[in-house]
């Protein structure tokens, strides 16, 4: 049932029907879009604990051959979301049991839209997560390249801060032979392509990390009769930092000004997926590590962020939170490969460490 970001409807009553038969105080559906929230326990004055899964798949065509490939064409789980999703329903069979024992609330969300940045800014903005308001939340992803079972957590930064950039430049057309009529951005569309690709050295610092990537670029026409009044440049940005991802940000928009101006030309930028560096929690990373302490779990410390972005970062910018690692094999293909499959014996794994987690900040406080 793979289904895109934004898109995800049958996903979402599929969840929804699943979650009904385990007897949760209430579901709330269509949050943030396609989103679904089931609540266990009713007591208001307990702590609230949020576990988050992402639903979405990705627009890729799958190259695997197995019995459950997906049916939606050019549509798969090439990043595990129905894995998370699949590890959050094994939670809801014992959520309403540990809320009644401990008698606090447990939030399950199964939230849209992940890949394009846009599904936890809604979930945040819509009214209907008013009435949840947790006092912590957590999220895992699965990652290949490391041990089977194994936990990865950093202090601090977890995952990257990113956005996509566009400008596009608009000048006048001529005929070729007559350049000097025209008003043509071949200029403006190189200088801003070398200007971006500089920014990370001229304004984040050695130990911190960014940088830009060009993605696409285009000129004109294919005419040799022409000269081009028209070009686009687009380029992703990543930091560890936010502060660094403002700057950088702002630098860029100062240099496609600055081009158009030079060479008389209209412009305008756009911004596209923009996803915050996740930071974690003191306390929340505290509890991970015990919980898969108490577990037996390997615990992975990387040095360094990750370079790829997560937008569960919204949640943790404005409550305690933390999110981690669920190591997938280190022979399991990389995520977003067309051959990459979600490892299913590794979602007891999830069920274990996230049912730790909540035990463990209701006993310690």
């Known amino acids: 049932m793979a289904e895109i970001s934004g898109k995800e409807k049958n996903t979402s009553k599929f969840i929804a029907d699943y979650l009904k038969s385990t007897s949760p105080a209430r579901i709330i559906e269509n949050i943030g879009g396609y989103g679904v929230a089931a609540e266990y326990g009713t007591d208001s004055h307990s702590p609230v604990i949020m576990l988050r899964a992402d639903i979405d798949a990705l627009p890729i065509t799958e190259t695997n051959n197995f019995d459950y490939i997906s049916i939606n064409k050019g549509i798969s789980h090439k990043c595990g979301h129905d894995g998370h999703t699949t590890i959050l329903l094994g939670i809801a069979q014992k959520a309403k049991s540990i809320a009644d024992k401990y008698s606090c609330r447990i939030i399950l969300l199964f939230q849209p839209a992940e890949e394009t940045a846009t599904g936890a800014k809604a979930i945040l903005e819509d009214e209907k997560f008013e009435s949840i308001q947790p006092d912590y939340i957590f999220g895992l992803h699965n990652l290949p390249g490391y041990p089977k079972g194994s936990i990865i957590v950093r202090d601090g930064v977890f995952s990257s801060a990113s956005k996509g950039f566009s400008v596009h430049f608009q000048g006048r057309t001529s005929h070729a032979a007559h350049p000097e009529e025209g008003k043509s951005p071949v200029l403006a569309m190189i200088n801003t392509i070398q200007g971006l690709m500089a920014l990370p050295s001229l304004h984040t610092k050695l130990e911190d990390s960014a940088n830009v990537t060009i993605i696409h670029a285009s000129l004109g026409e294919i005419a040799f009769g022409t000269s ?138």
Not at 303 to 322: H, N
């Open 228 to 365: 081009p009044g028209k070009a686009d440049v687009m380029a992703t940005f990543r930091s560890y930092k936010n502060r660094d991802m403002d700057k950088i940000s702002t630098e860029a928009a100062k240099i496609c000004d600055n081009f158009a101006a030079a060479y008389h030309l209209k412009h305008n930028i756009e911004w596209h997926e923009e996803f915050p560096a996740n930071v974690n929690h003191e306390f929340c990373n505290s509890i991970i590590r015990k919980s898969a302490e108490d577990l037996g779990m390997d615990i992975v410390q990387p040095e360094i962020p990750f370079p790829w972005s997560e937008d569960f970062a919204y949640y943790t910018g404005k409550y305690k939170g933390a999110f981690f690692g669920l190591g997938a094999g280190l022979e399991c293909p990389g995520l977003h490969n067309p051959d990459y499959d979600f490892q299913d014996d590794i979602i007891d794994k999830g069920i274990e460490i996230f049912t730790s987690i909540i035990t463990n900040i209701l006993e310690k406080g």
